[in-house]
C-alpha cells in the first residue's frame, strides 16, 4: 500500500518562502515520480509540479514556474517542493501525488497524501 505524507505547509506572508515535504512509502526507493497539486478554496484542484524518479525531467505549472522548484534527492522516497516568492494566490491546500510508477507528467496519479495548508496572507 502506498502511502504519502505531506509536511511542512503553513502561514507566510507575501514574498516569502516555503518548503514542503513529502514522504512515500510502499514504492521502491528512488523508483518513483511523484509531484504536487494544490486545491485553493471555492477552485478545482490544480497541477503544479512533478519529477521523474530519477530527477529528470521536471514539470512545472505555468504559474509556478521560475517561484517553486521540485526536487527529489537521490536514494530516498522523498520530494520536496521548494516554494520563494509567495503570492496570496498559492494560498491552497497542496498534495502530494503519485501513480507508483517512474515517470513523470501533469497527470493525477491514484495515490494522494491528506495535504498540507499553506496560507499567504499579510
Known amino acids: 500500500q502506498v502511502q504519502l505524507v505531506e509536511s511542512g505547509g503553513g502561514l507566510v506572508q507575501p514574498g516569502g518562502s516555503l518548503r514542503l515535504s513529502c514522504a512515500a512509502s510502499?514504492?521502491?526507493?528512488?523508483?518513483?515520480?511523484m509531484g504536487w497539486f494544490r486545491q485553493a478554496p471555492g477552485k478545482e484542484r490544480e497541477f503544479v509540479a512533478s519529477i521523474n524518479w530519477d530527477g529528470s525531467p521536471t514539470y512545472y505549472a505555468d504559474s509556478v514556474k521560475g517561484r517553486f522548484t521540485i526536487s527529489k534527492p537521490s536514494g530516498g522516497n522523498t520530494i520536496y517542493l521548494q516554494m520563494s516568492s509567495l503570492k496570496p494566490e498559492d494560498t491552497a491546500v497542496y498534495y502530494c501525488?503519485?501513480?507508483?510508477?517512474?515517470?513523470?507528467?501533469?497527470?493525477?496519479?491514484?495515490?494522494w497524501g491528506q495535504g498540507t495548508q499553506v496560507t499567504v496572507s499579510s
Open positions: 501525488n503519485t501513480d507508483g510508477g517512474p515517470i513523470a507528467s501533469t497527470k493525477e496519479g491514484i495515490y
Open positions: 510502499g514504492v521502491t526507493p528512488s523508483g518513483h515520480a
